[in-house]
């Protein structure tokens, strides 16, 4: 496989946040509170009906956005034409650099509700305006990696390949989704940008079109495997047991020059279709030509499949895991926790922050998770730390870490789950998240402070 | 509102496509294919549940892709280390120009299940190539764009503001989707991006963050409107009724100075706390104060918050809309219908394509659309033909229409439609779409021709 070509920034990303961020980043500057340090908090505030987990994806995107984010001058005219913020402000963005430090889970570890996937500790200003980039990015890149766990987990070994690019919520979701994809164990994608940006292996067969343009499809199947010996044959483009049959044909025809390596189902009762499929191309010898399945699947049709015993080698995905279909969004919130030292939360109905820095240790039985506990960050408690820092002063701290590597050592966290959280049904009991008593006690102590302050009673001098 | 910024091609897109359409390509070129003209159409198969019609969108951004859309030289130095292309075929790539003529509906059309939404007539592996981008663009910004028609009709007048962009399925979703939204009727977007590409309002007002960062409610308040006159001030980071109260407070405190527009509310009940909200602030002399709602908004809740006769002028609409969260994707197909001048079909299961080159009459009753006839493209049929020819060579046909036009004229053909389709529920009956005779004709015709060569009775010379 080539190796992965750099993928530069897209041009006006500085650009890509809510005007409300700037308002604030410009208000803090006028009120001189922007170099005070913050803590934001990404975490998801519940898991999506249908997750048992989350698999953390996104981060290291972040990381390398981060460390690039400018504004170009033409974005600056750009605001400068909004005619509301003052030159100060915009000399100020055209010095921006992200300055902060990152902390986070490794991509690809599996997170709970309320665990923080990342924290920014950054200048205030600086920590504001990069918000909807990261929980934009992150949680893209979250929601995809968890709905493909789920697929992987049902195709149960066999390999499954991405085909989402046309049904994706667009270009970014595309290439950024078969990265996610591949990381939670997709083996291929048909998205020839997505393997030349990260270096995930491609995979494609034929469309139904090649079929269409020729007045037969004995003599289309018979083009395609002299240019492409190797190929998988879409056989159900006019009657799928006849392009089966079409196949053995080709077979005969060729000889020992007959190296098709499958024939693709991509429509109709995909479990009997398989099994005529399977009996045919057995009743000719042709073993070990495999069975691909394809066409509105996912994780529940590839496991009612499978258990119904459907003689198929690999599955094709794309619309529901492109989209995330039954989850297509995630509760994502991204919180101010701390500023200049102190605790922050919010009193809002239903929407609970954990104040401060965090860590999250995860505990082990017999090589199983089964419980992770919610911290303050400076706490020492038994179990694997699982956020690390990733970037100080606005630079990584190591490099980008190979997909591949990242992929195996996910498919091992997710593994090290119990098996209830595994399987595609809702795991009973969830798995346990407790917070420890020295974060509670900050919470507790924090929402006191707050909501005196709140009733104007104390709350002493102002924070900056 | 400044200009658009110009929205430069991704770096790398032509690769933006799945591997088998290279495939077919080459094998195109190989098999001396590639320069017939192909029709190809793209429509959806069907309207998702909860929609009574589809907004077509994303052809204008189609035009400037195909006519600008290049092989880069490290585009081709990738392919070429897949190892699987012979130089002929790279060298093809390499002087790759779109040459193929568009036909499309305007920008916001209403379209309805198997109307094609364009056509296009180009060299066979040219229109082949461009099929993952073409579907993934058109198919985005049409489920985004039909999605916020819903929103926009629910809010009856009162004006929505798209909050999305941290919850869009990636850059590309928020982007384009705010562009969507827009054209659907959505008064602005927070994205600074999208406002700057596609001049979009854009809007904000302050995040619960700002408030956080103060030791009070008071003080953030205060010190926001002291920079932001006529800022909306949001009021439930702690409690809702005493944010309110304090907006009031500030309003006796800067007498003749205080302009602010209005207060947010984010969380909890809406019915219930814009109702407490507008009472508090009425009872103060308020009355020019808005009120604003926003969290976990979409139509059916706009449309119930509105019904129970809730006080509120605007709303902010986020993740449901931006991932257009009951119905995230649409089953929108990109169809061979057309080679060599021939017909084409397939006849799997489910999967009906209708052949040739078509067009869509709409009919009008006392300026009501009353039924769509799909007929051949060269018929002459009473009603306005939505499908219009865009591009010719490669090149567009005429400027890109004004996003300010294209809305006003979106706006004109949605009122059009009978009030059942705009409507949020279920269309009862349906709008009428019917075939044309002699498309019918054709369809009988071609699938006999196609099952007569598919049974290899038949069919005659190759297509080529």
């Given at each position: 496989m080539p190796l992965p070509l750099p993928a530069p920034l897209?041009?006006?990303?500085?650009?890509?946040?809510?005007l409300y961020e700037l308002r604030m980043a410009r208000a803090y500057l006028a009120l001189g509170m922007e170099r005070e340090t913050a803590v934001f908090s990404l975490f998801a505030r519940r898991l999506p009906r249908g997750r048992n987990f989350l698999l953390a994806c996104g981060i290291e995107d972040l990381l390398d956005t981060l460390a690039a984010l400018r504004f170009a001058p033409e974005d600056l005219d750009h605001l400068r034409a909004l005619?509301?913020?003052?030159e100060e402000f915009l000399r100020w963005l055209a010095g921006f650099r992200f300055s902060g430090a990152i902390h986070a889970v490794p991509e690809g570890t599996p997170v709970f509700a309320e665990e923080p996937i990342l924290e920014v500790v950054a200048p205030m200003a600086e920590a504001q305006l990069v918000e909807t980039l990261a929980m934009n990015q992150v949680g893209l890149q979250t929601l995809l990696a968890s709905k493909a766990a789920r697929v992987v987990a049902a195709a149960a070994g066999r390999p499954v390949v991405d085909f989402g690019s046309r049904r994706a919520q667009g270009l970014d979701a595309a290439v950024a989704g078969a990265r996610a994809f591949h990381l939670a164990g997709v083996a291929a994608t048909s998205n020839v940008l997505a393997g030349a940006r990260h270096g995930i292996p491609v995979a494609g067969t034929m469309a139904h079109s090649f079929v269409q343009a020729f007045d037969s499809e004995a003599e289309a199947f018979r083009a395609y495997a002299r240019l492409y010996p190797e190929t998988i044959l879409l056989v159900d483009t006019y009657d799928t047991a006849e392009g089966v049959r079409r196949v053995v044909a080709l077979a005969r025809e060729l000889g020992d020059a007959f190296r098709v390596r499958g024939v693709r189902l991509d429509s109709g009762d995909l479990l009997a279709l398989s099994r005529e499929a399977r009996a045919i191309l057995d009743a000719a010898g042709l073993r070990q030509v495999q069975v691909f399945a394809s066409g509105g699947l996912d994780e529940e049709r590839i496991a009612a499949l499978l258990a119904a015993g459907a003689p198929i080698d690999a599955f094709g995905v794309g619309t529901d895991m492109s989209v995330s279909a039954d989850a297509p969004a995630l509760d994502l919130a991204y919180k101010l926790t701390a500023y200049a030292g102190v605790g922050r939360t919010k009193l809002s109905a239903g929407k609970r922050i954990l104040p401060g820095r965090k860590q999250v240790f995860r505990r082990f039985r017999d090589g199983e998770a089964e419980e992770d506990v919610i911290a303050r960050a400076e706490e020492a408690l038994p179990?694997?730390?699982?956020?690390?820092?990733?970037?100080r002063d606005g630079r990584r701290l190591h490099p980008r870490p190979a997909l591949a590597q990242a992929r195996a050592e996910t498919a091992a966290r997710v593994a090290a789950l119990p098996a209830r959280l595994r399987a595609l049904g809702p795991a009973d009991p969830p798995y346990r998240v407790t917070i420890s008593t020295a974060l509670a006690a900050h919470e507790r102590e924090v929402r006191a402070r707050v909501a005196a302050g709140a009733r104007g009673q104390g709350g002493g001098a102002p924070a900056r």
């Open positions: 897209p041009p006006g990303l500085a650009l890509f946040t809510d005619g509301e913020f003052p179990g694997e730390p699982l956020l690390r820092p990733l970037m």
